[in-house]
């Protein structure tokens, strides 16, 4: 990370045919170092031994937004892999999983509707419908992160609208290239389009056509799928804003140290100081919350408060740290001759997707207080 993805960040960025040239270079040589995909078990096809292992080694390569793609492990390939590994049929991680993993073609996640509620996917509308041995799928999804030249979508549709609420939707899995599937537009999001693996794109489909047998898991299992997928994919996220944090925290330092007004360095500036001293307890905060529900996580518990309440508490230090690191470097803070302006328009993002910070503070809530109601105490642990 220090020595090959931070310094070539310009060539990155720019996004175009040189950066994706760099990106194949780069990840050529983390094969060749055996760390290629440690988002999944040598079974699957990664490199990856356990949860705990991830989250440190995330501090890293979260340094830069471009850490994730370099090794392997980016969003939303890093969920869709987890899952097919754990519901996929043998046909299906043969055709998706193996190459997904491999780096050999991309996916994306199509859940998100613009007419309903992202943070409520009980109101979802896209629907599936059986004919025979096939799937008919009509809807229109955005924010289908990674669509621009993705090879399949998994898309979440509702399958049995008279079901439970929870229990309506199917997970499918959708060839790009299937005649009806119309990826619309990458979303600008803050100015930002993309290409290939950053776009978010909005995606129609008509009169979509595909194998009964492409379903994930079994009919109706459709939410079930999602939070495993994104429960796992909340805390990826988490420890990739660690390294994020750490970064921003280390510029605001240095700078402040070298940066003379007219009376001294601006780190001899008490809100300055005040600054350092809250990013550090914080992100010292944030770095043993997600510790400790990796390490519930390798041992079996599913972590969903502690997931909730990491999510939430590191999106907020995330922005604040990031803002004060740009705040301490002034109009330069906001250029793009730094990582910080960049940094913080992407760290903006991150109260809202995957679920907003509102709904996971409710969950965080109504679980303890539902410990309480019936008799219990909440176990700090």
């Known amino acids: 990370m220090a020595e090959r993805v931070l310094p070539s960040e310009p060539i990155l960025g720019r996004e175009d045919d040189e950066a994706d040239a760099l990106v194949r270079a780069l990840q050529a040589e983390v094969r060749e170092l055996g760390l290629w995909a440690p988002h999944v078990p040598p079974e699957a096809g990664g490199?990856?031994?356990g949860f705990l292992d991830y989250a440190y080694f995330n501090e890293y390569i979260g340094r830069s937004v471009w850490g994730q793609l370099v090794f392997g492990c980016q969003a939303p390939d890093a969920g869709n892999a987890e899952i097919l590994h754990m519901f996929g049929t043998d046909a299906q991680k043969e055709r998706w999983l193996r190459p997904l993993v491999a780096g050999e073609i991309r996916s994306f996640f199509s859940m998100t509707e613009?007419?309903?509620?992202g943070s409520d996917p009980v109101t979802l509308r896209?629907?599936?419908?059986?004919?025979?041995?096939?799937?008919?799928?009509d809807g229109h999804k955005w924010f289908s992160s990674g669509a621009d030249g993705a090879a399949f979508g998994i898309v979440m549709a509702v399958t049995d609208p008279e079901a439970d609420p929870h229990a309506r939707a199917t997970q499918i899995i959708v060839p790009a290239e299937t005649p009806g599937v119309d990826v619309v537009r990458a979303v600008p999001v803050l100015g930002h389009v993309g290409r290939g693996w950053s776009t978010h794109c909005e995606v129609r489909y008509t009169n979509v056509r595909v194998p009964v047998a492409n379903t994930l898991g079994v009919r109706g299992a459709g939410f079930l799928i999602a939070q495993k997928r994104l429960g796992p994919g909340r805390i990826h996220h988490v420890m990739r804003w660690l390294g994020q944090m750490q970064r921003a925290f280390e510029l605001m330092c240095s700078y402040s140290l070298e940066r003379e007004t007219s009376t001294g360095p601006l780190a001899e500036k008490q809100t300055v100081q005040n600054w350092i001293a809250d990013s550090y307890a914080e992100i010292q905060a944030c770095r043993l919350l997600t510790l400790d529900a990796a390490h519930k996580i390798d041992r079996g518990d599913d972590a969903r408060v502690e997931i909730s309440a990491i999510k939430f508490f590191a999106a907020r230090v995330l922005?604040?740290?990031?803002?004060?690191?740009?705040?301490?470097?002034?109009?330069?803070?906001?250029?793009?001759?730094?990582p910080r302006g960049h940094m913080l328009m992407m760290a903006r993002g991150g109260r809202i997707y995957d679920g907003p910070d509102e709904v996971h503070r409710m969950v965080v809530a109504k679980r303890i207080l539902k410990a309480f109601a019936t008799g219990q105490e909440w176990q700090f642990s």
């Open 47 to 49: 490199t990856g031994t």
């Open 114 to 117: 613009p007419e309903v509620p």
């Open 126 to 137: 896209t629907r599936a419908v059986q004919d025979r041995d096939d799937w008919v799928i």
């Open 319 to 338: 922005n604040d740290v990031i803002d004060r690191a740009v705040q301490v470097h002034g109009a330069r803070g906001l250029t793009d001759d730094t």
